[in-house]
């Protein structure tokens, strides 16, 4: 029986490399399991009691997009942490855990070719799994950019030559970074953003750390995104669909009509 070989060579997750250097060691003291980031704190009392107040709706399946009650509680959080707007029905989708909407968006956007050459999907090195998964069962190659001290720990894109941003597809970023813990600076997410208009790739921004922080909140890229809009709006477009008077306009003048005749004016 023949198996696959796209990930073959896939290198190993660095948890499992620092185990491989660590476990040779006793340790000098109690273990503190920091690698798979498993809850170790019993849940608020009153979790279990929401739950018991609604058991009687575990027998259905929910919403695949999510209920229209939790896709307008993530929108309003967004808008409080970064004071960007969202539309919760066509901007927010709900999902199990990062990992599945980290794959599956390479899934949706990670193009066959890129500029006549298979495309290239960049990532931090070191990097999470599934970054490098999807870039290969997308047939794309991942490309590992250091993410040491000399760069502040985080992956120096802008120093990467231009005929390699040009094969670029899809960038990941994690921040604040896994394992390092480095954050990504408003002119960091500039500076990416500048780049990904440029060179026509997309920004995947795994921001799933962003509330864990000593002092300052870590900046986001969809904050950093829509102020470049707003600074030079002839240059960057932002969607935001509710303050935009010309998305109700569209509605009136074409949904109205579609669903009617869609349901036979019924």
């Known amino acids: 029986m023949q198996y696959p070989e796209r ?15 660590l476990d040779a060691h006793a340790p000098g003291g109690e273990v503190t399991h920091m690698s798979i980031g498993e809850p170790r704190h019993p849940a608020p009392a009153w979790v279990g009691d929401v739950m018991a107040e609604h058991i009687h ?21 967004l808008n ?27 899934v949706a956007l990670c193009p066959e070719v890129k500029n006549g050459r298979r495309p290239l999907v960049l990532m931090p090195n070191p990097f999470y799994q599934v ?18 001290q000399e760069t502040g720990f985080l992956p120096d894109f802008a ?21 390092q813990g480095a954050v990504a600076s408003a002119d960091y997410w500039r500076t990416l953003l500048d780049l990904a208009e440029r060179h026509d790739f ?6 799933c750390y962003s509330e864990i922080y000593r002092d300052a909140r870590p900046t986001g890229a969809m904050q950093v995104a829509q ?4 600074e030079q709006p002839n240059k960057y477009f ?21 669903i009617w005749n869609q349901s036979l004016g019924g």
């Open 7 to 21: 990930f073959s060579n896939l290198p190993a997750y660095a948890f499992p490399r620092l185990r491989a250097l």
């Open 57 to 77: 709706e575990f027998q259905i399946y929910p919403p695949n997009d999510g209920t229209p009650e939790l896709l307008a509680a993530i929108s309003a959080w």
């Open 80 to 106: 409080w942490r970064y004071d960007v707007t969202t539309d919760p029905e066509t901007q927010i989708m709900a999902l199990n855990g990062t990992r599945e909407g980290l794959f599956n968006a390479s």
């Open 131 to 148: 970054y490098a998964v999807a870039a290969l069962a997308m047939g794309a190659e991942p490309a590992y950019v250091p993410a040491t």
């Open 159 to 179: 120093g990467l030559p231009p005929e390699m941003l040009d094969r670029t597809a899809i960038v990941y970023v994690c921040s604040p970074a896994n394992p």
């Open 202 to 207: 997309r920004i995947f921004a795994d921001e």
């Open 227 to 230: 102020e470049m809009a707003e």
């Open 238 to 258: 932002y969607a935001d669909q509710y303050n935009n008077p010309a998305n109700w306009q569209a509605h009136y003048e074409t949904t109205g009509p579609e």
